[in-house]
Nanobody, 115 residues
């Protein structure tokens, strides 16, 4: 059974940094892309960053220049380095893996930016 396990969330002060990790267990075949989404209270889930199997990336405008997505293909693990965090980054962050057969979601990890 496939599981996605996120880690690295927590409470950080404005201007601080966090690194999220998403490790997959179980076999996922033909991965097309891996990504991070977030959902703030009262808002819809939105794409934060996505990286394809070929290494192409795209980011939400609000995080460009501050967040960096990367992946370890051998480990099927995806990371999100988040710098210069601000209160608007507060949300539950979800990992998503897209395969040619279906999508997989993690349970989410809370990121809170507050002084």
């Amino acid at each position: 059974q496939v599981q996605l396990v996120e880690s690295g969330g927590g409470l950080v002060q404005p201007g601080g940094s966090l690194r999220l990790s998403c490790a997959t267990s179980g076999s996922i075949f033909s991965i097309r892309a891996m990504g991070w989404y977030r959902q703030a209270p009262g808002k819809q889930r939105e794409l934060v960053a996505r990286i394809t199997s070929g290494g192409s990336t795209n980011y939400a405008d609000s995080v460009k220049g501050r967040f960096t997505i990367s992946r370890d293909n051998a480990k099927n693990t995806v990371y999100l380095q988040m710098n210069s965090l601000n209160s608007e980054d507060t949300a539950v962050y979800y990992c998503k893996v897209e395969s040619v057969y279906r999508d997989y979601w993690g349970q989410g990890t809370q990121v809170t930016v507050s002084s």
